[in-house]
């Protein structure tokens, strides 16, 4: 297994870093929050990703996309972590583009997977109903009803839903609540009639939505995959969202510290830089080795993606749990060593804790991914 | 067929051969061969294996064939510790000769130091033992004070050493000493010599685990013929620095091995706490003890990618002391698990109403304990980390 980059992820990564660095730094983050901005994210800059061929990184190249595979998207990813960039590369690109390109039929394919590509169409995955991730607990209904289904529940904590052109939905179809199996999915239209969308501004100057389906009503060409059977193809593409997210907080994690380090070699305190203090110096040194332990974690999931290997969910679980680990206390330090100015508002640091928390939320906390981890080691 | 693929397959078949089917089961520890002088094989097919392994240069795959290796490449070696794991096969020979002096001999020997010691390390003949630390010289190495003087055609030693491992079985020794008293580093000097010398004496020191593996090692008026010192007179000191990186690399895989006696955490949780559901039945201990193997699997990945990216001239330095610190820490952290798990089945000492299982537990735990204070605490690496890799200001 690699675990290291080849010469074209080294080139994708360095034009990443560019990209984000001119084009989306903290700064821009700043600006949509505040001047209020409904989207959360510029659509220029969401324009410009996609003319790289960033929003197919997981289309296959017959649909339109540049299929660079989970490495590559890793990699862009990590960048983008490093300035908070907002845009839909999480939900649309990580997420709801191999979704579909896996399980959606051929006219889904048509209707959404070129235009996922080229930046036109967004999508946005709905699993969670309760505020922790629990994907198996959904209780949201699709019943039968003529040729179609009707939607009946409520989703939470949706990612870009606001504005998704198309929500991709889990329900329960038989079975009980808890069972892998009688779970399946539906691309559903933001227009539909009794679908009630709310956004939230979270924490993290970004939208997350709540979904209220009141008998709602899609026809039976809505069905993404097989009836009841959506499980084993969602779990690899949430997978997927784990390595992926888990890449993103690499990056956010790595700035994070790279700022905290500048500022102990330049602050001084009782003439000396803070930085030659012991105590910092030795919290410094633990921050390196766990974002080493999660770079090889999140590099071996990436790898694992691509490769189709039996032990990707082993592979995302570690990479989620360490990523959440790690940032946990990278943002923690972060803003306790900045000292009072680690505190306002005006100082970027700040924003990387605020993100900190989102992301270690998204589809699993470290003690799910410990959880989940034990279960399939078998203890 | 690739040639790396061809040497797969006949290394195999050499092994399939010739690892005696003893060789390929875990082995105690009173059962490690450590050759020298006084070698003892508790089991005779150790020294069939030790034998045969020699005769191929497999102690030391990668050293040239001249000073008695096996002149493989590192993929090839790779390979053979590979096809050595799948077999299940044991490490042939252990040996400070061959982790800590080897390498920086194959560097900073001369011809002729080379050619009288590295064969006699590869074929296990004879068994080293490392003067470094002393007992004003601990974390502070380098102000060691054992004093050698020039005598004209030799050095005259005088001093003394502590945490000498083994040396009570030892056959020579690498030894810093001082020979510049007006200046620190650059004050020491990195010589050999025959452990059989007048004037040399050992004193094991009992352990909290109940071992006595390390040493006092005295020297008084030990003379030293001057061919003994290894490159530049008042120049020990990059020798020493290189060579507890090999050690720092070694003591992070003896913490592994140590553990690799005792049956995996999780195992050892399943059968004190039991099972529901197949799970660990206390869940909070449950939850640590996913952290800590959660944590091997990446560090194991780290070392992993640390090689592919010192293969491919990528490497970043500044390695072998995160996975000391790391390696260390994470094997202290596991035996604190254990006992957690197995209550007081981990603490007796001695008596038979314990299995010897139980009381080796209780045994290593107290060793692991050592982990991370030999060669360089937890703290030295840290500020190792810190001032090399982060550039932290002194």
């Not at chain 1, 069972?179 to 993290?204: E, H, K, Q, Y």
């Not at chain 2, 050499?14 to 089961?25: A, K, V």
């Not at chain 2, 006699?120 to 974390?139: D, F, H, L, M």
């Not at chain 2, 399943?270 to 091997?296: F, S, W």
């Amino acid at each position: 297994m690699s675990l290291i980059l080849n010469e074209e992820q080294i080139m994708l990564k360095n034009s990443a870093h560019e990209f984000f660095g001119d084009q989306m730094p903290v700064s821009s983050l700043r600006e949509l929050r505040d001047k209020g901005d409904k989207n959360g994210f510029d659509p220029a800059h969401w324009a410009a990703m996609a003319e790289m061929g960033w929003a197919g990184i997981l289309v296959p190249e017959a649909c339109g996309g540049s299929d660079f595979g989970y490495l590559g998207m890793g990699q862009v990813l990590e960048e983008s972590g490093r300035t908070l960039a907002a845009s839909p590369l999480f939900a649309t690109a990580l997420i709801g583009a191999p979704l579909m390109a896996t399980a959606g039929n051929a006219e889904q394919q048509q209707k959404v997977l070129s235009a996922v590509a080229s930046g036109d169409c967004l999508l946005a995955l709905a699993i969670d109903e309760s505020p922790r991730h629990e994907p198996l607990g959904s209780q949201l209904t699709a019943v039968k009803n003529g040729d179609g289904f009707e939607l009946q529940g409520q989703k939470q904590f949706v990612l870009d839903g606001h504005v998704a052109d198309y929500l991709i939905v889990l329900a329960r179809t038989s079975g009980r609540t808890g069972d892998p199996a009688g779970l399946s999915m539906f691309l559903v239209d933001r227009n539909i009639s009794g679908l009630a969308i709310s956004p939230t501004l979270m924490v993290d100057s970004r939208y997350a939505s709540k979904l209220t389906f009141d008998k709602v009503r899609v026809s039976g060409d809505a069905l993404i995959g097989e009836l009841d059977d959506a499980w084993p193809t969602l779990e690899r593409v949430l997978d997927g969202a784990r390595a992926g997210i888990a890449a993103e907080m690499l990056g956010a994690g790595q700035e994070a510290f790279e700022r905290t380090l500048a500022y102990l070699k330049m602050r001084q305190q009782f003439g000396a830089p803070i930085g030659s203090f012991q105590a910092l110096k030795h919290r410094a040194a633990l921050m390196f080795c766990e974002l080493e332990l999660t770079r090889s974690a999140v590099l071996a999931a990436l790898s694992a993606l691509d490769k189709g290997a039996e032990n990707v969910a082993e592979l995302a679980s570690l990479a989620k749990a360490k990523a959440c680990d790690m940032l946990e206390l990278v943002s923690n330090e972060a803003v306790q060593m900045h000292g009072g100015i680690g505190m306002t508002d005006a100082e970027e640091i700040g924003f990387f804790l605020k993100r900190a928390r989102v992301q270690q939320q998204v589809f699993g906390d470290a003690g799910f991914h410990r959880d989940r981890y034990a279960t399939l080691q078998g203890f | 067929m690739s040639t790396l693929e061809t040497f797969r397959l006949e290394t195999r078949a050499w092994l399939e051969e010739n690892c005696p089917q003893s060789m390929r089961t875990p082995m105690p520890e009173d059962e490690r061969v450590w050759g020298g002088r006084n070698a003892t094989f508790k089991n005779p097919d150790s020294q069939v294996w030790l034998e045969r392994m020699v005769d191929r240069g497999w102690t030391v795959p990668t050293w040239p064939t001249e000073y008695g290796g096996g002149g493989l490449s590192k993929d090839q070696a790779t390979i053979l510790g590979e096809e050595m794991s799948r077999l299940g096969c044991r490490t042939p020979l252990f040996s400070f000769g061959i982790s800590m002096l080897g390498p920086v001999m194959l560097k900073y020997g001369n011809p002729t130091q080379q050619a009288e010691h590295l064969p006699k390390i590869a074929r296990g003949e004879i068994r080293w033992c490392q003067g470094y630390s002393e007992p004003g010289a601990g974390s502070d190495l380098a102000s060691l004070q054992t004093r050698a003087e020039d005598r004209g055609d030799h050095y005259l030693i005088n001093g003394q050493k502590v945490w000498t491992s083994y040396a009570n079985h030892a056959d020579w020794i690498f030894c810093l000493v001082r020979t510049d008293t007006s200046v620190k580093h650059d004050g020491i000097s990195f010589v050999l010599f025959d452990m059989t010398s007048p004037g040399v004496e050992t004193r094991p020191i009992t352990l909290i685990s109940g071992a006595s593996v390390f040493c006092e090692t005295f020297f008084t008026d030990v003379e030293v013929p001057k061919g003994n010192l290894v490159g530049e007179l008042n120049s020990g000191w990059t020798i020493a620095k290189e060579l507890l990186q090999h050690e720092r690399g070694m003591i992070a895989q003896i913490g592994r091995a140590i553990g690799g006696n005792v049956p995996g955490v999780e195992a050892i949780a399943k059968k004190y706490l039991g099972t529901a559901d197949g799970r660990i039945g206390d869940a909070g201990l449950r939850d640590d003890i996913a952290r800590h193997v959660m944590n091997d699997r990446a560090f194991a990945l780290t070392i992993r990618r640390a090689g592919q990216e010192s293969e491919s001239g990528t490497a970043n330095g500044g390695a072998s002391s995160m996975f000391k610190y790391f390696g260390t820490e994470q094997n202290k952290a596991k035996f604190e698990l254990i006992l957690k798990a197995a209550g007081a089945a981990a603490l007796a000492w001695e008596g038979d109403d314990y299995e010897p299982e139980e009381i080796t537990l209780c045994r290593t735990w107290l060793r692991s304990k050592g982990n991370s204070i030999e060669g360089g605490t937890s703290e030295v690496q840290l500020n190792v980390i810190a001032k090399r890799v982060l550039g932290l200001p002194d």
